[in-house]
């Protein structure tokens, strides 16, 4: 029998509501596997015939995350706002899956990023991301060393500092913008002029 995995943020009630249409017909065709996004756990890893992602892309990259390096297919399906990688509606997955397990299917490969952070020689952090990942400052800031590797090959090296927090940004900048507005005339007074800084 075929073993499906199908992931999706319970938080979300249009994931629940296709939850709910969705599961039924594919236990009728596959043993069922649920994974919870909402629990933030990287590189379970899986061994499956498919993956079912209910979600919008944010869904479809947590579920890389979650899945790791294992070369488990992937079907999105688009309950959320975004769907450039989850393309399919609930409709559409509901017209495939007659055959969805006896017809080949064709498979668009995505290049996974293997992302790891060290302090002082010690892995602290490992996640699998697709697209891209984003390195931040923590509480304090410092220098940090970035070393980029292509299939395992050096490719550079660089030392950075880390950027203001946006919060701070958006502190100062409504700290200047505040201070340089002025009533363009007393009958607009009430409403403030902004130049930008």
Same mark, same amino acid.
């Given at each position: 029998?075929?073993?499906?995995?199908?992931?999706?943020?319970?938080?979300?009630?249009?994931?629940?509501? #296709?939850?709910?249409?969705?599961?039924?017909?594919?236990?009728?065709?596959?043993?069922?596997?649920?994974?919870?996004?909402?629990?933030?756990?990287? $590189?379970?890893? #899986?061994?499956?015939?498919?993956?079912?992602?209910?979600?919008?892309?944010?869904?479809?990259? #947590?579920?890389?995350?979650?899945?790791?390096?294992?070369?488990?297919? !992937?079907?999105?399906?688009?309950?959320?706002?975004?769907?450039?990688?989850?393309?399919?509606?609930?409709?559409?997955?509901?017209?495939?899956?007659?055959?969805?397990?006896?017809?080949?299917?064709?498979?668009?490969?995505?290049?996974?990023?293997? !992302?790891?952070?060290?302090?002082?020689?010690?892995?602290?952090?490992?996640?699998?991301?697709?697209?891209?990942?984003?390195?931040?400052?923590?509480?304090?800031?410092?220098?940090?060393?970035?070393?980029?590797?292509? $299939?395992?090959?050096?490719?550079?090296?660089?030392?950075?500092?880390?950027?203001?927090?946006?919060?701070?940004r958006r502190r100062t900048l409504s700290r200047r913008a505040a201070r340089s507005w002025r009533p363009t005339s007393?009958?607009?007074?009430?409403?403030?002029?902004?130049?930008?800084?």
């Open positions: 029998m075929h073993k499906v995995i199908i992931l999706g943020d319970s938080r979300k009630p249009a994931v629940t509501v #296709a939850l709910a249409e969705l599961r039924p017909l594919l236990e009728q065709q596959a043993q069922c596997i649920l994974k919870d996004l909402s629990e933030p756990i990287e $590189n379970e890893g #899986a061994a499956a015939d498919l993956a079912v992602v209910l979600g919008g892309d944010g869904a479809i990259l #947590a579920a890389a995350r979650r899945l790791g390096a294992s070369d488990v297919p !992937v079907v999105g399906v688009n309950v959320g706002k975004l769907g450039f990688l989850a393309q399919l509606s609930v409709e559409e997955l509901k017209e495939a899956l007659p055959t969805l397990f006896s017809a080949p299917l064709e498979a668009d490969h995505r290049m996974l990023l293997d !992302v790891r952070v060290h302090r002082e020689s010690k892995p602290i952090r490992h996640c699998t991301a697709v697209n891209d990942a984003v390195i931040s400052r923590g509480a304090f800031s410092r220098v940090i060393n970035l070393t980029l590797r292509i $299939n395992a090959e050096n490719v550079t090296t660089a030392t950075a500092s880390s950027w203001p927090r946006l919060s701070d007393k009958r607009s007074s009430s409403r403030p002029s902004v130049r930008t800084p």
